[in-house]
């Protein structure tokens, strides 16, 4: 795969933020988003491993009309040469022009087969997921789940953690699916804690987290938890006040602030620093897991 060769470990920068340094706080950035240029972040750390598993098979996946997930499979089929099929929420979509992340999926190849809610929510049901697979005409596909977390996507967020062995206290992530937590935890040293921050509202994650340790370690791995007060109201919401924030972070420590995952991340940390949450000498590294699109 040397279309999709990365630069690991991605980089660990240290940035003076006075929001932190003055409750005797560093915060330190690891910069995902640098690992490749259009696999990005914790997409190709998730996604090679299973492109290696499809072995050449055509690769179906599920999103929705704003997935990072969707994006980052259609352009590792161009990148590799391999055929790849979305699944989007919401059949309503069908008879539309697409929206710029859709458009940019199908300019890289990707088939784009939408189907309504009710079979969207039961996608991983078998007869569901084989009915969706007929209809989409990829019976044979391998099949990726939403978000693309199982197994061996977990497992290739182990790395991740272990990347940042002995280099921080507390790890944060931001979590759609949690499969990017599940495996930055279990890769983690003795004394390290991961924080992860929902994006979605909803309360689910912890137990989706648990389940997807279980199937990829058997059992539960790290130390982690999760704070679910920044989701800002649920998914793709950015409040102006969000908005406000990611801008002055990016300016503040030129870097590019994601604004899906990545901004409710950071001003989650900000926020937690405020609080006290972190004793004096913790050192805080959070993941840039993205970069904004387009
Ligand atoms: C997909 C994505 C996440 C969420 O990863 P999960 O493993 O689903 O929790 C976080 N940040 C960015 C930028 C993403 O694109």
Request: glycine fraction near 12%; proline fraction near 6%; charged fraction near 25%.
């Amino acid at each position: 795969m040397t279309d999709l060769r990365p630069r690991l470990p991605s980089p660990l920068q240290e940035v003076a933020d006075d929001r932190f340094a003055r409750h005797g706080v560093r915060l330190l950035l690891k910069r995902d988003d640098l690992i490749h240029p259009e696999l990005i972040g914790n997409k190709w750390r998730k996604l090679v491993p299973n492109l290696t598993a499809a072995a050449g098979r055509t690769v179906l996946t599920f999103g929705g009309a704003w997935s990072n997930h969707l994006r980052a499979t259609s352009a590792a089929g161009r990148l590799l040469g391999l055929r790849t099929v979305g699944v989007v929420r919401g059949d309503e979509l069908a008879g539309r022009p697409l929206n710029p992340s859709l458009a940019r999926c199908a300019a890289d190849g990707m088939r784009l087969h939408f189907v309504d809610r009710a079979t969207y929510r039961r996608k991983a049901d078998p007869e569901s997921l084989a009915a969706v697979l007929r209809t989409a005409g990829a019976e044979d596909a391998y099949v990726v789940p939403e978000g693309g977390s199982n197994a061996l996507a977990v497992a290739g967020c182990r790395v991740l953690g272990e990347e940042l062995r002995g280099r921080a206290d507390v790890v944060a992530v931001a979590c759609g699916t949690g499969g990017t937590l599940a495996g930055l935890a279990a890769g983690l040293g003795p004394g390290q804690r991961a924080l992860g921050v929902p994006v979605l509202k909803g309360g689910f994650l912890e137990e989706e987290i648990r389940a997807l340790q279980q199937e990829a370690f058997g059992g539960r791995r790290g130390d982690w938890r999760l704070d679910d007060r920044f989701h800002f109201g649920g998914y793709a919401r950015v409040p102006p006040e969000l908005e406000t924030f990611a801008e002055d972070f990016a300016g503040r420590h030129a870097v590019p602030v994601e604004r899906l995952y990545v901004a409710k991340l950071l001003y989650g940390l900000v926020a937690l620093a405020g609080e006290g949450a972190f004793p004096r000498g913790t050192a805080v590294a959070a993941v840039v897991t993205g970069r904004p699109f387009p």
